[in-house]
């Protein structure tokens, strides 16, 4: 693995940096036209999609520039890179590879533009680890789908314009992950309903979402009939290196360590106490652990290696992390560190909000348990459970 980059690839990083210096304006300072003019900037310098074909209005970047501009963007906290998340994480890279011209021209740009929201249908009640038993039905009628089943866990369901749903159309294919066929939905049709899924802190991230008879013009199926699990699994083949969570995970640290310092134990700094100090080691040493692990995948894919499940491994790491990081805030808050609202509340109750929050990360994209299944029986050749 090769820790250097190039005097071309150093130049960019300095590029994203001016532009940060100009264009980022703190938070305190941001008026009404702040995210406008940010996503007008970006757009300009094909940052939207950076690794997009140019010839669908991305950038046409390589992967180790991407990962530069996501490491960047990160250290600074900088606003996300376009207002469409699964847009661009999922539903667009699928489109270029799978959809038709006419499906490119309709849905890439307003992706890019940050126009519309879209939300991925892929879990089931009693589908979770093994997503290709899913049962949500598509029935050939005429010109048609008929679409009828359910949904859950689907991040951010309730404001989204459009879904891309898995269904079954086949329902005895001699292998299971062949009667899967891959739909875009308007979430405007007639027949859906979207139930929100409230968490402790009282967020509504995740929702459950219910078809009965949703009619989907057969010109919205993405891909052949029958090769969704195909077009779903090299959707998420995107640069996976996780670099930009990892520089995330690297500022929650910095955060708690400056929390430690201005708590107090016992009469004394926090910051004096072993098990406090010795926590916080832990935590640097597995997200550097992370890191390290983000650039061998990056280094894969720069040589033209496929990636797999190892991606899993920091998937992993990261709910954990995402958890203790959280809970360890909280106690060593004690009973102020259980408060969300009002001048009680330590750093305005992020800490306290964040712990119950949990389940933003830990389920999406899926659960640790389903992580270690996959980490045990395709890494380390396991029998499956």
Known sequence: MDFEYTQEEEAFRQEVRDFLDENLVPRDERGPDFLKNWLTGVRAKRWVGFSW???VGGGGANLTRQAILKEEMAVRNAPPLGFSFMGLS??????IQYGTEEQKDRFIPDILDSKVQWCTGFSEPNVGSDLASLQCKAERDGDFYIVNGQKIWTSGAASADWIILLTRTNWDPDNKHDGITTLLVDMKSSGIEVRPIENMAG???????????????????????????????????????????VTGLFQQLDELKDLVKRT????????QDPRARRR????????EAMKLNGLRYLTKQIRGEPLSSETSVNKLHRAHLEVEM????????????????????????????????WPNVVIGGGTPNIQKNIIAERILGLPKD
Request: glycine share 10%; proline share 4%.
């Open 53 to 55: 074909p140019r010839d």
């Open 264 to 271: 107090r134990r016992r009469g004394r700094p926090a910051a």
């Open 280 to 287: 916080l080691g832990e935590f640097e040493a597995r997200i």
């Open 90 to 95: 999922w539903v667009g890279p699928a489109i």
């Open 203 to 245: 967020q509504r991230h995740f929702a459950e979402v219910f078809f009965t008879d949703v009619k989907v013009p057969v010109e919205n199926r993405l891909g052949e009939e029958s090769n969704g699990w195909r077009v779903t699994i090299s959707s998420l083949a995107n640069e996976r290196s996780s670099i930009g969570e």
């Open 326 to 357: 959280s809970d360890f805030a909280v106690e060593l808050l004690g009973e102020s560190g259980l408060v969300r609202d009002g001048d009680a509340a330590v750093d305005n109750g992020r800490w306290a909000r964040a712990s119950l929050s």
